[in-house]
């Protein structure tokens, strides 16, 4: 007769198969209404600003002694080639990319890739011909958006009231723009207009260190997303967007009287400072 195998065999058996199984298929931390922006070497997650991009390691040459740690080095490094030429994709404003600002500026380029060494691994495998994948993730906020958003987007301080507030709770606590079947596309510095062309959001009224922290604005794919997302309150107004400005894929018109609507709040200019925005634009960038 068989022996039976010992509890604890088994189980450390079983424990292995687990933990090998992780190893053997990447793992995405994406939710599905997530608003993706998929590039030739990674993807934009525009409602999380991250950069997403996989990469892998071969030996070049045989080595038996540290092969997996070898294999893993060039599968990050790799990774990180592919992030960096993903970044530069990514839309700051109308006609400006991060590719015309490291074109130019030799130091940034420097500074990002300092910054991409803090990329996060967040999955990793070894394949049956001994070579190593890696996925990994940049942050687009902190660091990285001091680094490259314009020097007009400054910090700007709270005012505080002179007189006590009243009581009254704010009219609104957030704004919710519904972009959904207009041509814009998401951007670090995306800016809302009234018909008129006047500025309602944008640079100018955005804090630097909110826009760092935080991003200028939470980028959805519809107005029951947007509703969840906690910069804009329990009480948000909602406006709908009419069109993109003529040839301004990242600038989107509002109508006067939402406009109106918003500026009428004495609390406006504190919840456009904290970007307290959100902008749901559908889900045709998947």
Known sequence: MQKPIPNAVRDLFLFLIAFLG?????????HPFDLIEKTQRGKINWSRFTVQATGTGTLTQKQNENASALTLSAAKDAARKNILSTLEHL????HRTVFQILEKNRRITEEIEKILQNARVIAQEYLSDKTARVVMELSLLGAFSQLILPAELKQIESVKPIVP???TPAPFTGLIVDAAGIPMKPALVPKIVDESGKEVFGSAFASRDSAVQQ???????????ARQV???GTRPLVVK????????ETTIVISTADAARLKSASEHLQLLRKCAVAIAIGPGMH
């Not at 992780?22 to 994406?30: C, G, I, K, L, R």
């Not at 991003?215 to 997303?225: K, L, S, T, Y």
């Not at 967007?241 to 301004?248: A, M, V």
């Open 230 to 232: 906690p910069r804009v």
């Open 165 to 167: 507030p009243e009581e």
């Open 215 to 225: 991003g200028m604005c939470r980028w959805v794919v519809d107005v029951a997303a």
């Open 241 to 248: 967007g009419l069109k993109i400005r003529d040839g301004e």
């Open 22 to 30: 992780f190893f053997a298929t990447p793992v995405f931390a994406q």
């Open 91 to 94: 839309r700051l404003a109308h």
